[in-house]
């Protein structure tokens, strides 16, 4: 072999060197930017694209503008995990990769957004499935477990549409990254405000508990013996939690009456907590004592009973006397 033949190998063997190099090193330039579980406070608006119908918004003076912003919901930027479904895969897809600042419009297609319209979920029903109070075009009603809205009502006929309101409607979303959350008790209350529409009063900290843990068996048991009965040991262990004060108007809220173990999880989740602890506050309000059973004789003493008692026109000796002969 020459040397320019040695030379030649050696060139091709250093190519496919790099090459191999290049395949095995991580794309960098793929992990620039927010990415998938990256906590993000954005703010947007969303209009359907033909009809420029409102779908959505975080501007307070937009909600101004529609004339939405006086149904007790606080218009301001919205914290959402990229990869869990909190807003449209779309909008997501476009965030992920950007940094704080970044802004932009993308559009989400009917399909992937609220579905193309089907006329066969449109249904004539009895006007006697439906509320009385409810019967009239444009109402949004539940008949045999679905949500629709009633397109016309003409005697006891009403023709229900089980399409959502928006559905084969284009939608263009203006949105702009406004920070990325790192503070873990940021990110939890911006979840509970996506999940309640309400903000709580939260914090997070990390408590000494103590757990039943089961004991390792005796390896030198014998193995003809029957298997014994677990045993458990108490042990001091740390939890971190996430406490959380629940106000009234929380207590109230349809949305964590109806799922407030699945928000919890979530939470732990999310958040990386072990725990979240629910403390409800009752503040004294100056009102004196309740008066307990019997029109309020609870918690008096000899004199007052036997004062009530004159009062209610009954002889205390007589009681005295049938509770001895009931002993007797």
Do not use: C
């Not at 091709?12 to 579980?37: C, I, K, M, N």
């Not at 149904?71 to 895969?89: A, M, Y």
């Not at 499935?129 to 019967?135: A, L, Q, S």
């Amino acid at each position: 072999m020459t040397e320019d033949q040695e030379a030649e190998l050696d060139e091709q063997a250093d190519d496919v060197a790099e090459e191999e190099a290049e395949s095995e090193s991580p794309d960098t330039d793929a992990e620039d930017g927010l990415q998938q579980g990256d906590f993000v406070e954005i703010e947007y608006t969303a209009y359907t694209v033909e009809g420029e119908q409102l779908v959505d918004t975080t501007d307070p003076e937009v909600a101004e503008e529609e004339g939405v912003d006086d149904q007790g919901q606080e218009f301001k930027p919205r914290t959402i995990v990229l990869g869990e479904g909190h807003i449209f895969e779309g909008v997501e897809a476009a965030i992920t990769g950007s940094e704080a600042g970044d802004s932009g419009t993308v559009t989400i297609s009917a399909e992937e957004a609220f579905g193309e319209y089907d006329p066969d979920n449109v249904e004539t029903v009895s006007a006697e499935k439906i509320d009385e109070d409810d019967r009239y075009p444009g109402a949004n009603v539940q008949v045999d477990g679905q949500q629709g809205y009633i397109s016309t009502i003409v005697g006891g006929r009403a023709r229900v549409d089980f399409n959502h309101p928006l559905a084969g409607e284009d939608v263009e979303y203006e949105y702009e990254v406004v920070d990325e959350v790192d503070d873990r008790e940021q990110q939890a209350a911006g979840l509970f405000e996506m999940y309640l529409g309400m903000e709580p009063e939260l914090w997070i900290e990390t408590d000494e508990v103590e757990e039943e843990v089961p004991v390792e068996p005796d390896d030198d048991a014998d193995e003809d013996d029957e298997p014994a009965e677990p045993e458990f040991e108490t042990e001091v262990v740390e939890k971190e939690t996430l406490y959380l004060e629940a106000t009234p108007q929380m207590t109230m809220n349809q949305q964590w009456m109806m799922g407030k173990q699945q928000i919890g999880q979530q939470i732990i989740d999310q958040i990386g907590v072990d725990r979240v602890i629910v403390q409800e506050i009752i503040d004294g309000m100056g009102m004196g004592g309740l008066g307990g059973m019997m029109g309020g004789m609870g918690g008096m003493g000899g004199g007052d009973i036997e004062e009530a008692l004159e009062d209610a026109d009954v002889d205390a000796d007589e009681i005295v006397e049938e509770l001895e002969g009931a002993e007797e």
